[in-house]
């Protein structure tokens, strides 16, 4: 079955610690996109790639990086710079980076603070 | 500026009560789409939805409807005959023709739904 696969499902970052989210697609997908769910708000935009090798910031880029090495693989890193990370993240995926393209998501990280 | 508004924070219904989620847009492009996206517990969004800004025609699927005004500038979404599988967030999202990021959601607060036996 072709989908996204995020992990780990849960991740605990200690102070000064930067970790790393998976984010995985076997749907052929071009574009990638990286979304930070905070409780009781919408998701927005940490980073999206519309292809391998290139990446752009989105609203809340900072505190966090990415690479895009595969067309498969979008992982992103959040630093030590990033001082409120505990949130849910999302990864989503679609065909090509146009307006109408529906993104399709994966199960989501939720990262804690220890 | 773009903004999505989902005014209703939560919602608890009674199993095969009708629910309607309201959705409020701004735009000031004149291609645009909008979407509805469904969360479940396990926490994966699971798209609903697609309609583009020349588009009116309401849309049915099943239990599932979407009534689009563009005077009103909504994108309503009801559940008719609501069962305890629909309980879930809902979201509302909108999407730019012409934002020079292509593809970027701007994405309401979220409606959770909760539907009781």
């Known amino acids: 079955d072709g989908g996204i696969t995020q992990s780990p499902k849960y991740l605990f970052r200690k102070e000064g610690q930067n970790v790393t989210l998976s984010c995985e697609q076997n749907?052929?997908?071009?574009?990638m996109y990286w979304y930070r769910q905070d409780p009781g708000q919408g998701l927005r935009l940490i980073y999206y790639?519309?292809?391998?090798?290139?990446?752009q910031k989105g609203d809340i880029a900072e505190g966090y990086s990415v690479s895009r090495e595969k067309k498969e693989s979008f992982p992103l890193t959040v630093t030590s710079a990033q001082k409120n990370p505990t949130a849910f993240y999302l990864c989503?995926?679609?065909?090509?980076?146009?307006?109408?393209?529906?993104?399709?998501f994966g199960d989501g990280t939720r990262l804690s603070i220890l | 500026a773009q903004k999505v508004t989902q005014a209703q924070t939560e919602i608890s219904v009674v199993e095969k009560e009708d629910v309607t989620l309201d959705c409020v847009y701004e735009?000031?492009?004149?291609?645009?789409?909008l979407f509805w996206y469904k969360q479940p517990p396990s926490g994966e969004l699971v798209f609903l939805i697609r309609r583009n800004s020349f588009d009116e025609q309401n849309e049915i699927s099943g239990r599932y409807s979407w009534n689009f005004q563009k005077s009103t500038s909504s994108f309503n979404f009801t559940i008719t005959a609501s069962q305890v599988v629909d309980s879930a967030v809902y979201f509302c999202?909108?999407?730019?023709?012409?934002?020079?990021?292509?593809?970027?959601?701007?994405f309401g607060q979220g409606t959770e739904l909760s539907v009781k036996p």
């Open positions: 999202a909108l999407s730019e023709a012409l934002d020079n990021q292509g593809g970027k959601l701007i």
């Open positions: 735009t000031r492009d004149t291609t645009y789409y």
């Open positions: 989503a995926s679609s065909t090509f980076r146009a307006p109408n393209q529906p993104q399709h």
């Open positions: 790639s519309q292809i391998v090798n290139d990446f």
């Open positions: 749907l052929n997908h071009d574009a």
